[in-house]
């Protein structure tokens, strides 16, 4: 007999032998795995026990939110008598691995009668995704046969917690005939991402196949180093290019600041036949942001909507971030007001966009509209808030955002820090910036000394800039050229000239040479580097 029921609002019919095909048709990716699992939930009550769906439904539950489901699908599981079933076994113990519980996991895997390749590397995945690399290595010890599987787990595993060392002794007594692509590819992906290039690049030449995926991290690993021209040289040795390819580089240059080249990049992809999707775009948004060139920018913007290119939170905090940096706030508000949901990343967008252009108040308004709107604050909204603050002189509405911090259980990192300093200098309240500096749990960077010392020169204070000089230490790593020059400079103002010379004598004595300014304008749409001079 045909149960009618209402799911999301769309009236559908059921019946016993129907209602796990439905469910099946909704497991075909993340997002309608989620609805399968509302499906289920809605159902399983006038519903016979169908097995065969359980393991699909645990593929859904894939993080802590979804935990409840997992422990839910178990029980019915358990009821049922389905639970001494392999494959069954398997979905619980790795969904629970999933979920952040390895324990259950493992008191799952402890109790199951049988058990495959699946359900060990099952174990031994939850163990590495979860840190605990000692029982990973113990219950890959224990697996009676070691598939392909098994061996990039642990080499993958190791190699993702920065471990390439482990990694690599995994990799080098991999048998031959299990030693494939992928398991050279995460060889090369693990000391990449560490920024270990030279190991890479020694594994890379000696792979006798290449995949997309290890041109792409040889790429990536390079322009993270900041060697763009290495990047370079292996993007023009790749045979034959694929979308994904073309965006590490793309993204490499923009990463470096080189973003004529990232422009230059993506007219080259269209000619190679290539269409842009969202991780391009969000890429040369960014490149159009850094050299201001906002007849680009609008290009792009145009491009995104002919082309119908999916316009997730991501693209939207590039648009934004975009327009506000080329100094166009009227399109930057005009595209974050028409979002009907924005993420913390939108907020942010919009606050820096405020604050880049010097607007302080309305930097303040949106945090308010953002708390109100339910978005938490990050680290990076409180940073970009300070900073706006300390530009703009507002000391009580900074010491304000400090207590919010706190409120939120948000820790103050160096950036925050530095923002405070450099606030309470500007303002002429040298002597609680420097007790600032003096409670800081980590230890001052060049930014904050360089925030205090600036200040000292803004303010004519001789006596508070030796006693950061003495803070640092002159042989101290610290103490950069630039501290040394404003100290001069302070010393000079106050007609201090036998010590202003001492520094500067003492400076080119040392080898320490000015380099000169560098500023960076648009001519007929292309950046031109042109050397400022500036004394």
């Known amino acids: 007999m045909q149960q009618v029921k209402k799911i999301g609002g769309i009236t559908k019919s059921f019946n016993p032998s129907n209602?796990?095909?439905s469910i099946r048709n909704n497991s075909t990716n993340q997002a309608s795995l989620k609805r399968a699992l509302v499906l289920y939930k809605q159902t399983r009550h006038d519903t016979t026990h169908d097995p065969t769906v359980i393991p699909q439904l645990l593929k859904a539950c894939d993080s802590h939110p979804f935990l409840p489901y997992v422990k839910s699908l178990h029980a019915e599981s358990i009821k049922a008598g389905s639970d001494v079933d392999v494959f069954i076994g398997t979905a619980i113990v790795a969904a629970y691995a999933k979920c952040g519980v390895v324990c259950d996991a493992r008191k799952v895997f402890d109790l199951m009668h049988?058990?495959?390749?699946?359900?060990w590397n099952a174990m031994i995945g939850g163990y590495l995704r979860n840190g605990d690399a000692k029982s990973a290595l113990?219950?890959?010890?224990?697996?009676?046969?070691?598939?392909?599987?098994?061996?990039?787990?642990?080499?993958?595993?190791f190699a993702r917690n920065g471990d390439t060392l482990t990694a690599r002794k995994f990799f080098d007594k991999v048998p031959y005939e299990l030693k494939d692509v992928v398991i050279w590819t995460m060889m090369v992906d693990g000391y990449a991402k560490k920024g270990e290039m030279e190991d890479a690049r020694e594994v890379?030449?000696?792979?006798?196949e290449r995949n997309y995926f290890v041109w792409s991290s040889m790429v990536c690993g390079y322009c993270k180093k900041g060697d763009v021209m290495e990047a370079e040289a292996i993007f023009r040795r790749i045979p034959v290019r694929n979308l994904e390819i073309w965006n590490s580089m793309i993204a490499g240059y923009v990463q470096n600041g080189c973003g004529e080249k990232a422009l230059e990049a993506f007219g080259e992809m269209g000619v190679d036949g290539f269409e842009p999707d969202e991780f391009t775009v969000v890429s040369v948004l960014s490149a159009c942001a850094q050299l201001g060139d906002?007849?680009?920018?609008?290009?792009?913007?145009h491009m995104i909507e002919c082309k119908g290119i999916a316009v997730n939170q991501f693209v939207l905090s590039g648009l934004i971030d975009m327009y506000a940096k080329c100094g166009d706030l009227v399109n930057a508000r005009l595209?974050?007001?028409?979002c009907n949901e924005r993420?913390?990343?939108?907020?942010?967008?919009?606050i820096a966009g405020f604050a880049v252009n010097g607007q302080c108040n309305e930097v303040l308004e949106y945090l308010d509209r953002m708390e109100e709107s339910n978005i938490r604050p990050d680290a990076v909204t409180f940073i970009t808030v300070l900073s706006a603050c300390a530009h703009g002189g507002l000391v009580s509405e900074a010491l304000e955002v400090i207590s919010k911090m706190e409120e939120y259980g948000i820790e103050m990192?160096?950036?925050h820090y530095g923002c405070m300093v450099d606030l309470l200098g500007r303002a002429g309240r040298l002597k609680e910036a420097y007790e600032l500096i003096k409670r800081m749990p980590m230890k001052p960077n060049e930014t904050v000394l360089g925030a205090m010392i600036g200040a000292c020169w803004i303010h004519s204070d001789m006596k508070m800039a030796e006693q950061v000089m003495k803070m640092i230490g002159v042989d101290s790593a610290a103490c950069v050229n630039s501290h040394n020059v404003l100290l001069s400079n302070i010393y000079a103002a106050s007609e201090k000239w036998e010590k202003s010379e001492m520094i500067r004598s003492s400076m080119v004595d040392g080898g320490s040479e000015k380099i000169p300014g560098c500023s960076s304008i648009i001519l007929s749409n292309s950046a031109v580097d042109s050397p400022s001079n500036v004394p």
Request: glycine share 8%; hydrophobic share 40%; net charge negative.
């Open 204 to 208: 890379f030449e000696l792979m006798p």
């Open 343 to 350: 993420n913390v990343f939108c907020w942010n967008a919009m």
């Open 294 to 301: 906002l007849d680009a920018g609008k290009q792009m913007h």
């Open 19 to 21: 209602w796990s095909h």
């Open 114 to 119: 049988e058990r495959n390749d699946v359900t």
């Open 413 to 415: 990192g160096i950036r």
């Open 335 to 338: 595209v974050f007001e028409s």
């Open 138 to 157: 113990l219950a890959f010890e224990e697996m009676p046969g070691k598939t392909r599987v098994s061996w990039s787990q642990m080499i993958g595993g």
